[in-house]
């Protein structure tokens, strides 16, 4: 899991996304699940967006899975009026993202959870 610190996921912000993210898959031991709690984003541009669909399309490149928790509904609404939430899981909390699998059943293996790296993106 990715703590997301920044208040803002814009231009200023996306290469810090970017190694945190890259810091916790390197620390994983097989492919598998992501999320990013965004309970503390007050702001995303498209800089933003787009840095987030670069790291759905990286993740998947690499047999993971990338889910968004716990987004404050401004940035929620963004989410939907760019269709991010379509290609990208989203939901209330960071537990309910850990839990659920593709079909809705409880997962039986997310990613390395027991460890649950954090890297904060500061901004």
Request: proline share 4%.
């Given at each position: 899991?990715v703590?997301?610190a920044?208040?803002?996921?814009?231009?200023?912000?996306?290469?810090?996304?970017r190694?945190?993210?890259?810091?916790v898959?390197?620390?994983l031991?097989?492919?598998g699940l992501?999320?990013?709690?965004?309970?503390g984003?007050?702001?995303?541009?498209?800089?933003g967006?787009?840095?987030?669909?670069?790291?759905h399309?990286w993740l998947?490149?690499?047999g993971?899975?990338?889910r968004?928790?716990?987004?404050?509904?401004?940035?929620a609404?963004?989410?939907?009026?760019?269709g991010?939430?379509q290609l990208?899981?989203v939901?209330p909390?960071?537990s309910?993202?850990l839990?659920?699998?593709?079909?809705?059943?409880?997962?039986?293996?997310?990613a390395?959870?027991?460890a649950?790296?954090h890297?904060?993106?500061?901004?």
């Amino acid at each position: 899991m990715v703590g997301v610190a920044a208040r803002r996921a814009g231009f200023q912000q996306r290469r810090a996304l970017r190694k945190a993210v890259e810091k916790v898959v390197a620390g994983l031991m097989q492919p598998g699940l992501m999320v990013i709690d965004c309970a503390g984003l007050g702001f995303c541009d498209s800089s933003g967006i787009s840095s987030l669909i670069a790291i759905h399309q990286w993740l998947s490149a690499r047999g993971s899975t990338l889910r968004l928790a716990a987004v404050p509904p401004a940035v929620a609404r963004i989410f939907r009026l760019t269709g991010l939430d379509q290609l990208v899981g989203v939901y209330p909390t960071a537990s309910e993202a850990l839990a659920v699998d593709g079909g809705g059943a409880a997962a039986s293996s997310p990613a390395d959870t027991s460890a649950s790296t954090h890297a904060a993106v500061q901004g």
